[in-house]
């Protein structure tokens, strides 16, 4: 079994930077593509950054130039910078990831319990 831990959420003003982290931990062999999601209020859950073993990114439209994704790998770790953020930016953040238990396991998607962001002045 795997766990994801997030943290760094919290109320910031509009124009303001949060850094989120997210931290897995268990049984963990390789940890392959990582992600973060959120949901904001009334609104369906939307793949906001991802990040491959390798470090290739992508992002969604809406964060680009303003949100960067990183990872290291030897402490199981994706982070997530946001800066210029926006009251629509506001949402619970959820971090997600793929991960190979041993050598020969299949590949199994887990989820963190999520981090709200609040952009508000």
């Known amino acids: 079994q795997v766990q994801l831990v997030e943290s760094g959420g919290g109320l910031v003003q509009p124009g303001g930077s949060l850094r989120l982290s997210c931290a897995a931990s268990g049984r963990i062999f390789s940890i392959y593509t990582m992600r973060w999601y959120r949901q904001g209020p009334g609104k369906e859950r939307e793949l906001v950054a991802a990040i491959g073993y390798g470090g290739a990114t992508s992002y969604v439209d809406s964060v680009k130039g303003r949100f960067t994704i990183s990872r290291d790998n030897a402490k199981n770790t994706v982070l997530l910078q946001m800066n210029s953020l926006k009251p629509e930016d506001t949402a619970v953040y959820y971090c997600?990831?793929?991960?190979?238990?041993?050598?020969?396991?299949?590949?199994?998607?887990?989820w963190g319990q999520g981090t709200q962001v609040t952009v508000s002045s």
């Open positions: 997600n990831t793929d991960v190979a238990s041993s050598p020969s396991s299949f590949l199994q998607q887990y």
